[in-house]
């Protein structure tokens, strides 16, 4: 038989600053990855009581613009960029239509200048 394999300890922690960073809810990150997740799996996944597939910490990364490594090594800290992103406040209403999760991550990352 194989052994247990060891579960990162901080993984739960850096998928929930990855998803509060882009400014997401948890449905919204569970429609960005599609694969028929659901809010249930991510908060799962950030309360540490399930391990996210392959797949889906693929997508993290990705969304985040990191590296699969910087997510699962727990010697290894996020990119200053995701931290400094959940400093940032928007402003965003709800959408009406569905919008692809690229789009609608650069939407929320425009900065509006007030005079």
């Given amino acids: ?53 392959i797949e889906v910490v693929l997508a993290y990364a990705r969304l985040a613009n990191v590296q699969m490594e910087q997510i699962v090594d727990d010697d290894l800290a996020l990119a200053s960029e995701v931290m400094r992103r959940q400093e940032v406040r928007i402003l965003a209403t709800p959408l009406l239509f569905p919008v692809p999760l690229a789009i609608f991550l650069q939407l929320r990352s425009i900065r509006l200048v007030t005079p």
């Fill in 1 to 53: 038989m194989g052994h247990p394999r060891n579960r990162p300890k901080r993984l739960a922690e850096k998928v929930l600053q990855i998803r509060e960073s882009l400014g997401l809810s948890q449905g919204e990150m569970a429609a960005g990855l599609g694969n028929e997740r659901t809010h249930r799996h991510i908060s799962k996944y950030e309360r540490g009581k399930s391990v996210p597939p």
